[in-house]
């Protein structure tokens, strides 16, 4: 029995079912979707995954993705190269810094510590991150303050509380993002341990005005 | 104010976005996917989208996808030729073969009927389904059975109709498939639609002993 998936197309799911988020069904949709497409629209997405693999490098000094060895944001003299925020992946950085709330400097770990995972602080741009801070301090312009910005899961936690360890008396401060109740969201639906840090986070209104 | 966001990445982000069903935050998520995923996984999927647009053709009898002017399916000397499916896309050949439960031919329309979108019988593969219905009646063979087998929408149910008068008498029978309650279903939460025809299309138990 001959199957009806001819091996191009057979191929092509596959790539696709490889992605993260992606399963055998969206995978077959957008197969065929791009089998109908303008031409142009095919290829354009082959040629940016060949583009972003051969242009993409991480940056030096922050290992956020980049164009050069020194990224756009490390360049940039106009920011605040005294604060420093500390995240797990280059989209957090995109996420961050859109909000237009902190114009400092960034570092991306690339990834969190997970134990079960085997992800020890040696897999993570760590050492990197203590060298730059130390350099820093050797220069007497140590951060004035470190923001840990990794996810509020079990593991940016302990990559947290291993950073806060590693970098306390070498720079100003270390801060921690707040975790609460997200903006638009509902107590009622709330998990326990959000609504613990949203009580312990909690703020006197006077601070605010 | 420089944009973190490097060009190639960007490009990488903006030609996902452009999929059915993949909105910009999938596409960051896929983009940072690739640009950490070992270089073969990039390089695949760009070296499978090219060869999908160069190696697939549409099969000049059904219309299926196919490596070659005639697909495997209408080469399959071991079908059933006198049996026809028709669907409205190469998808629906697959699902529909994978049960094993249709071995005979199938015509692809690449649509339905959409007078709302434009999309009139001269814009789908009807007229050649009529000459090769009428090939098979002049040859002395009619088909003994095409089964209509367009989704049970708006669309889908126009375009089973109008096919209906326009292949009656030159057929054995013309049939659709069973529109009801799916299995694993729940009636309490079928619409009502679904509802009446699972009730109109109800068999006597006695035809399935």
Not at 33 to 54: F, N
Not at 145 to 170: C, F, S
Not at 177 to 182: D, F
């Amino acid at each position: 029995m001959a199957s009806p998936l001819i091996e191009p197309v057979a191929r092509l799911i596959e790539a696709f079912s490889r992605l993260p988020g992606v399963g055998p069904k969206t995978a077959q949709r957008l197969t065929y979707h791009l089998l109908r497409a303008p031409e142009a629209e095919a290829r354009a997405l082959a040629t940016a995954l060949v583009d972003v693999r051969e242009q993409v490098v991480f940056c030096e000094t922050c290992f956020n993705i980049s164009d050069a060895p020194t990224c756009p944001i490390c360049r940039d003299g106009s920011r605040d190269q005294r604060r420093l925020c500390v995240v797990e992946e280059p989209l957090d950085v995109l996420a961050l810094d859109r909000t237009g709330e902190f114009r400092g400097l960034y570092h991306v770990l690339h990834g969190a510590i997970s134990p079960i995972d085997g992800i020890g602080p040696d897999r993570l741009r760590i050492a990197e991150l203590l060298r730059r801070v130390g350099a820093a301090e050797a220069d007497g312009r140590p951060f004035e303050e470190v923001i840990l910005a990794t996810n509020p899961t079990l593991e940016g936690e302990a990559t947290a509380m291993y950073l806060d360890e590693r970098l306390d008396g070498h720079v100003g401060s270390v801060t921690r993002i707040a975790r609460g109740i997200p903006v638009g969201g509902d107590l009622e639906y709330a998990d326990e341990v959000t609504l613990i840090r949203a009580l312990q986070g909690r703020r006197s209104l006077a601070e605010r005005r």
